[in-house]
């Protein structure tokens, strides 16, 4: 890179504070570099007691000694008018001000005196501002201008004894914010500096080691490129020590929603707390670029208030062929059966997914979240007291093999059943490029969670079971599960003990833990895919069912089906005991192989 590439000349440029520290190196890289620069200091104390001519005088000397342009300026930065005119008066213009001036007036905040505050917030944030108002017209006029607000790590970040010092240079952020964009029309470009450097204001505070590292003159370049004509940054906080440098940014989480819908006025502190992990989760976390854009997530929410499509949860499910193999065997499928193969084998042609299996991304979502008990007056729904009560599955879109679904749910209905509560969850399953690939809708029994009040009948939009022909079904499939059917179903994600743990199943009032409803769900849509479809997963579209008694592991499975259009009634009973387990179901296909 050329030496000396980037110049200042014709540039005036006023240093606050540059009498010393950080401020003396701004203006000695300024005056080498052609620019003719207003060495600003007061020459006080660092708490900023007294005043004295001598520290911008020994500094205007050293940049003239280096063959530069200096003149000295003796004025506090809260007379921010004078500072600048000794810039007009001397050079007839300003293009760049550095606000670097400061003091400390250190103190716990109880011992903080109304002096200490008002002195360090007159010096860092009034003589900012002072600065600045004073300059902005010239740099309008003249459509250029580079100005620096200098923060610091203690408003960052807080430190104790500093409550004065870090509020005014928190303020000087804010200030900056609002000037940048103010100053941006007329190429008035405002930037942050957050330096740490080893100066008479951090010695004895800063560790020796690092204090010989910090020199002052290793940040000055970073100021200076700042405050170049060619850089473009604008509005942008840089911290820089030690030979380092980088950007600092405000950034908000993805946040939580606290209201379901529109007409929902009042939030409660309880579901607040429920909501709290989200509130404060940072793992989406992103910068905003202005207030527009946050106020404009806001005009969205309420948006999708209005419309409904709030959702209360959201996870994602990442499956491959592994967890389709598992899913098929967790429901029946078998190598012996030839046309099994397609939902058994990877390499396999046709293979596929049995559609039944994408009831596990919305199942995950209610089991990884607290969907069921907010929606509970009560608050207590736990694996000892649900049931599975209905469960409807659209297939929305082609169906992959693999990839990643982010599903998104929210409670949708709650009934009052006496006995207990229904509550209907409705989840949305949408694949990586944003496509709708299933929506799952789940009726959850909750023992003893009613007599609330509640209503008793379901609103528009559950949806309902069929009746179930009374004719003799048209055909009939008799599957065995085996003893081990739940333990292996369990795997592909539904892990409640109430499926494997004899003692959880005695607590939840079972003799024996029963197989997974969900699981005698995927057995009866096999049955329909075998006989009307010829295992062709493509042609199928939903499935509803009413759970009705459950299933133990090791018995077999009836599925008895009516055939009407391209609707299949279905009702599953055990062979050994004529108990029917899944009532009023159905399957809508897209199509059928036709065969009967
Ligand atoms: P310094 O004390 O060496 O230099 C500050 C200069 O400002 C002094 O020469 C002082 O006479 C002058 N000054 C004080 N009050 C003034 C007033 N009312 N009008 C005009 N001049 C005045 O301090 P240093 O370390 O060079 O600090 C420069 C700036 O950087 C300050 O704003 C400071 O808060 C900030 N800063 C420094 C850090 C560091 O690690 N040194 C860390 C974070 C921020």
Redesign the pocket.
């Known amino acids: 890179m050329a030496e000396s590439n980037l110049r200042y000349d014709g540039r005036v440029a006023v240093v606050?504070?540059a009498?010393?520290?950080?401020?003396r190196e701004y203006a000695l890289l300024f005056g080498s570099r052609g620019a003719k620069v207003v060495v600003?200091?007061?020459?006080?104390t660092?708490h900023?007691e007294g005043a004295s001519q001598r520290?911008a005088d020994v500094v205007v000397n050293e940049i003239k000694a280096l063959g530069g342009t200096a003149v000295a300026d003796y004025n506090?930065?809260?007379d921010g008018a004078k500072v600048i005119e000794t810039a007009i008066k001397n050079f007839g213009r300003v293009d760049i001000l550095v606000n670097?001036?400061?003091?400390l007036r250190d103190r716990s905040i109880i011992k903080t005196s109304d002096q200490d505050w008002d002195f360090v917030h007159d010096?860092?944030l009034k003589?900012s501002f002072k600065c600045t108002q004073a300059a902005f017209p010239y740099m309008k006029k003249q459509n250029y201008g580079r100005i620096i607000m200098?923060s610091?790590?203690s408003g960052i970040y807080g430190n104790f004894g500093q409550a004065n010092y870090s509020a005014a240079k928190m303020g000087l952020v804010g200030l900056a914010n609002t000037v940048a964009i103010e100053g941006a029309k007329n190429n008035i470009f405002c930037n942050v500096i957050i330096?740490?450097?080893a100066?008479?204001?951090?010695e004895g505070i800063l560790p020796d080691i690092l204090f010989n590292e910090l020199k002052?003159q290793l940040i000055a370049p970073v100021v200076a490129y700042l405050c170049h004509e060619n850089c473009e940054e604008n509005g942008s906080y840089i911290e820089s020590a030690a030979g380092f440098a980088t950007k600092v940014q405000t950034v908000r989480g993805k946040g939580a929603v606290l209201r379901t819908s529109i007409d929902q006025k009042v939030i409660t502190p309880e579901y607040v707390q429920s909501k709290w992990t989200k509130v404060v989760d940072m793992s989406e976390a992103q910068h905003l670029e202005s207030i527009a854009a946050a106020s404009g997530t806001l005009v969205e929410l309420l948006e999708k208030l209005k419309e409904g499509k709030i959702s209360d949860a959201e996870d994602t499910f990442k499956f491959g062929a592994k967890d389709l193999i598992l899913y098929a065997l967790g429901i029946g499928a078998t190598v012996k059966d030839s046309n099994d193969l397609k939902f058994l084998y990877e390499n396999d042609t046709d293979f596929s997914a049995i559609p039944s299996f994408f009831v596990l991304p919305g199942l995950m979502l209610s089991m990884t979240s607290n969907l069921i008990s907010t929606a509970l007056p009560s608050g207590s729904a736990d694996l000892t007291n649900i049931l599975h009560g209905e469960q409807y599955l659209e297939i929305c879109d082609d169906i992959p093999t693999n990839g990643t679904l982010t599903t998104t749910g929210k409670v949708f209905d709650v009934m009052d059943k006496g006995s207990g509560a229904v509550v209907v969850t409705n989840a949305e399953s949408y694949d990586e490029s944003g496509r709708l690939i299933v929506k799952n809708q789940s009726s959850i029994f909750v023992v003893g969670a009613g007599k609330f009040g509640g209503k008793k009948n379901p609103i528009n939009g559950v949806v309902p079971i069929a009746n179930t022909p009374s004719r003799a079904p048209d055909a009939s499939i008799q599957y065995k599960t085996t003893e081990d059917q739940a333990a292996l179903y369990r795997l592909s994600g539904d892990l409640n003990p109430l499926h494997i743990d004899p003692s959880f199943a005695a607590i939840a009032g079972f003799k024996t833990p029963i197989l997974h409803g969900l699981c005698s769900l995927g057995f009866s849509v096999r049955a329909v895919l075998a006989k009307f479809t010829d295992n062709n997963s493509a042609l199928f579209k939903a499935v509803k069912v009413r759970f009705a008694a459950p299933v133990l592991p090791g018995q077999t499975l009836k599925v008895d089906m009516w055939k009407e259009g391209k609707r299949v009634h279905f009702r599953t009973s055990i062979v050994e005991t004529g108990k029917e387990v899944i009532t009023g179901a159905y399957v809508d296909l897209k199509d059928t192989s036709a065969k009967l």
Do not use: E, K, Q, Y
């Not at 009498?19 to 401020?23: D, I, N, Q």
């Not at 670097?100 to 003091?103: E, L, S, T, V, W």
């Not at 100066?199 to 951090?202: E, L």
């Open positions: 606050t504070g009498g010393a520290g950080l401020g600003n200091d007061l020459g006080g660092f900023g520290a506090s930065v809260v670097n001036a400061g003091i010096v860092h003589g200098t610091s790590n330096p740490t450097a100066s008479r204001m951090t002052p």
